[in-house]
């Protein structure tokens, strides 16, 4: 038994990316794309890059001119992200800690952190991180899920509740979102719009969010909670067996922020 939260090595890099490609992921980027003021010709961070999809897609916004650089802890998901977006030439990806920033003062136009603070045991750091790195008047998006707001049909509950409860352990706070504005405000932001951004599968797909999820949180929770390998088999056998049956429904919420770092 283990208590280390999700370590992105090979094979959970592989199981990210195929989440990552899937349609309900792209339509996330592009709300939180759309939420961004980024222009042609400026620079922009992503911290905790991962595969890499939204800094490419900032990459194409700011052009040759401009700048993007990736930031993460995890070799696999950089040498992943290095390799797919070789072609960018704008864009770079570092390995880095997002609460030590290996940047100057005031140096970024945009700061974007998706799906990465949940995993810090204390956000503040990086948040002052951030302020330290944004010019002023510069803009910082953020997005968390709340895990507690997963609606995931099971007949066998009990099963859904335990493990759902050990996969809240993949991460420091799965209910960050409840308390991610006071802390931007505390380190000095103005918190502008936020936004709820549901991810909704009412049907079973292949190709879908909690369709791939499946295969990241059953090898997680194996061997937690005293869940056996047999349990994990049996849950991912019912939630597709539900699909073929057109007994699906699964439903997740994200939580975005958007701040300003005020002119000085
Ligand atoms: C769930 S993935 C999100 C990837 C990407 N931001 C996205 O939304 O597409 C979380 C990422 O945060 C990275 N990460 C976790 N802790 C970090 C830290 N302290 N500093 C930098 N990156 C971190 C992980 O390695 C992983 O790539």
Redo the contacts with the bound molecule.
């Keep these: 038994m283990t208590n280390a939260t999700l370590r992105?090595n090979d094979k959970a890099a592989e199981q990210?990316l195929a989440v990552?490609v899937t349609p309900d992921?792209a339509e996330q980027?592009q709300q939180v794309i759309g939420l961004l003021q980024l222009k042609p010709g400026e620079k922009a961070l992503?911290?905790?890059?991962?595969?890499g999809?939204?800094a490419s897609a900032m990459a194409d916004i700011v052009g040759s001119r401009g700048e993007v650089c990736g930031?993460?802890?995890?070799p696999e998901?950089l040498a992943l992200a290095g390799d797919r977006y070789r072609h960018q030439t704008q864009l770079k990806f570092l390995h880095?800690?997002?609460?030590s920033l290996p940047f100057a003062d005031a140096c970024f136009d945009v700061v974007?952190?998706?799906?990465?603070l949940e995993?810090?045991p204390d956000v503040r750091p990086?948040l002052l991180e951030v302020h330290r790195v944004l010019r002023p008047g510069g803009q910082v998006l953020i997005?968390d899920t709340d895990w507690d707001s997963i609606v995931w049909h099971a007949e066998d509950t009990a099963r859904m509740k335990k493990i759902l409860s050990a996969w809240d352990a993949h991460l420091a706070d799965p209910y960050l979102p409840r308390t991610l504005g006071s802390s931007m405000r505390e380190t000095g932001f103005q918190v502008g719009e936020q936004k709820v951004i549901p991810l909704f599968n009412p049907e079973f797909r292949e190709e879908s969010f909690s369709n791939r999820m499946i295969d990241l949180i059953g090898p997680f929770v194996t061997g937690r909670n005293g869940i056996t390998a047999e349990e994990v088999m049996a849950w991912a056998g019912e939630l597709r067996r539900l699909g073929q049956e057109g007994n699906y429904f699964f439903s997740l919420n994200r939580y975005v922020f958007v701040g300003l770092k005020p002119d000085a």
């Design positions: 992105f990210l990552y992921m980027r992503d911290i905790g890059s991962g595969p999809f939204l930031i993460d802890i995890s998901l880095a800690e997002a609460s974007t952190v998706t799906q990465v995993y810090l990086a997005l």
